[in-house]
C-alpha cells in the first residue's frame, strides 16, 4: 500500500517527514496503490486537512470534461454539475496552488459556452491551465475558437509546459485534425516540440503531463488512446517520476507502469460506459440520485522527495 | 493521340458538349435528389450512399451527442452538431468521398458518385 519507493530517487529513504506524510495518507485511506486498484472516493475535505499539514509540496485540482452546453441529464445540465463541483473546490479548507482542465470545456465550442465555464471555473480564485479537448475545436473555424481564448503563450495548436515548486508541467494537445479511423493524435511538430523541452532536464525532475485523450490504449474501438502517444513516452521513459493526467472517456480508469502513472478523470457533466459494455460511448443517461455519485473531480498532492504524486478522487455525491 | 484525332473528332466533341451543356441546363436540377444519412448510436447509417453530381447530402445527428462531418481529403467539414441539427454537403464532382467523424474518427463513411 505505500506509495513510497525504496529507491527514492532523491534518497531521502525514511526519514522524519517522509514518515509523517506516510501517516497522514494512510490515516485518510487514500493511498494510490502500486497494483492500481480504482481509489477510494472520499471526503476532499479530510484530504485537504491532511494536506495542510504537509509543510511543503502544493496541491492542485484535474477538472475534465464539464461539457458547457450539455443539457440530456435528468433534472440537471452540465452547467448545474459544474457549479457543485466548484462549490466542494471553494468550501476546501486549503485551497488549491490552481487547476488544470483537461478538456471538453464545452459541449460545442460556443463563445458562450466558453464564457459560463471559465467565468465558473475562475471563481474559485487561481490560476487554470487548460488544454482542449475535441468539443472544443468544433467551431467553423475548427479550433480558432479555443485558440484565441487560451492560446496565448503556448506554442503549435496551443500545447504549452511551466514549472511549479520544481515539478514540470506539459499541457498537450492531442484533439486536433483527427484522422479517420483513428486515436488521439499529437503529431510530429508537438513531438519535435516536447523533445525540445525535455532535452536538457534533469532525470530527477518530476513530470505531469496533462492532454485530453488517454496517452495509452484504454479501449481501441471506441477512440480511447493516442495514436502516437507511444513516442511521447519514449521521452519521458529517462524521467523519475511521471504522472499523466487525462479526461475524455468520463470514468476513472488508471495505470501504473515502471517510473509512469496514468490516470484519468471523471467528468462533472455526464458519466460513460465502461469500454465494450454499451454499444457506443454515449452519455448515459442516469437517474438523477445515482448521477452524482458518478460525477467528480481529482485532487493531486505533490510533496517534496516524495517521488509519487497523491492522487485523490472525489464524486459529487 | 489527342492531337491526332482532333481534327476528325471536332464535330463530334462539339456536338457532345451542346448535348452536355443541354443536360447540365436542362436535365440535372430536375434530378438533382436529397441523400439523407442518420448518425446514430455512433455510427453514419447508411455509411454508404450513392449520390450524382448535384445531389445534397443531408446528415442529420440523432444521438444524445454531438458529431460532425469531415473529408478525409480534408476539403469539407461541418460545425459540431447537436442532437437534431443537420449538414447540408452538396456534390459537386464524380468519385468517391470517404469521409469521417471529427470527433469520434472511428465513424466512417463514403459518398459513392455516380
Known sequence: ?317 | MMTLLRPRMHPLLAFSLATALVTLVSFTPAFAADVKVSITNFKFDPEVVTAAVGDKVIFTNADDTIHSVVGDDGSFHSDGLDTNDTYTYTVTKAGTIAYHCGLHPFMKGQIVVK
Open chain 1, 1 to 317: 500500500m505505500s506509495h513510497h519507493h525504496d529507491d527514492d530517487e532523491k534518497g531521502n529513504g525514511l526519514n522524519r517527514r517522509h514518515a509523517l506524510e506516510c501517516m497522514i495518507w494512510a490515516g485518510t485511506g487514500i493511498v494510490w496503490t502500486l497494483s492500481g486498484g480504482v481509489p477510494k472516493a472520499l471526503n476532499l475535505l479530510s484530504e485537504a486537512q491532511a494536506a495542510e499539514a504537509v509543510t511543503s509540496g502544493f496541491t492542485f485540482l484535474q477538472i475534465s470534461d464539464s461539457h458547457i452546453g450539455f443539457d440530456k441529464e435528468a433534472k440537471v445540465t452540465a452547467r448545474d454539475t459544474l457549479g457543485e463541483a466548484i462549490d466542494k473546490v471553494k468550501a476546501l479548507t486549503m485551497k488549491p496552488d490552481f487547476m488544470i482542465h483537461t478538456g471538453d470545456i464545452t459541449h460545442l465550442s460556443k463563445a458562450d459556452q466558453f464564457d459560463d465555464a471559465q467565468k465558473m471555473i475562475g471563481s474559485v480564485g487561481v490560476d487554470v491551465h487548460y488544454v482542449p479537448g475535441e468539443h472544443d475545436m468544433v467551431d467553423a473555424d475548427q479550433g480558432k475558437a479555443y485558440l484565441d481564448r487560451f492560446g496565448k503563450d503556448t506554442w503549435g495548436q496551443g500545447w504549452y509546459s511551466f514549472d511549479q515548486n520544481g515539478v514540470h508541467f506539459i499541457g498537450l494537445n492531442n484533439v486536433t485534425n483527427l484522422k479517420a479511423g483513428g486515436l488521439g493524435n499529437l503529431g510530429a511538430e508537438q513531438l519535435a516540440w516536447l523533445e525540445k523541452d525535455l532535452a536538457n532536464r534533469s532525470a530527477s525532475t518530476p513530470i505531469v503531463v496533462f492532454a485530453h485523450i488517454p496517452l495509452w490504449t484504454i479501449y481501441e474501438q471506441w477512440g480511447w488512446g493516442t495514436d502516437d502517444s507511444a513516442q511521447a513516452m519514449a521521452l519521458l521513459k529517462r524521467f523519475g517520476s511521471v504522472t499523466v493526467l487525462n479526461g475524455h472517456i468520463h470514468q476513472i480508469v488508471q495505470k501504473v507502469e515502471g517510473n509512469m502513472t496514468f490516470h484519468t478523470a471523471r467528468s462533472t457533466a455526464f458519466p460513460q460506459p465502461a469500454p465494450g459494455t454499451a454499444p457506443a460511448p454515449g452519455p448515459m443517461i442516469v437517474p438523477a440520485e445515482q448521477l452524482r455519485g458518478m460525477l467528480g473531480i481529482t485532487s493531486v498532492n505533490y510533496v517534496v522527495g516524495v517521488k509519487d504524486l497523491a492522487l485523490t478522487d472525489s464524486t459529487l455525491a
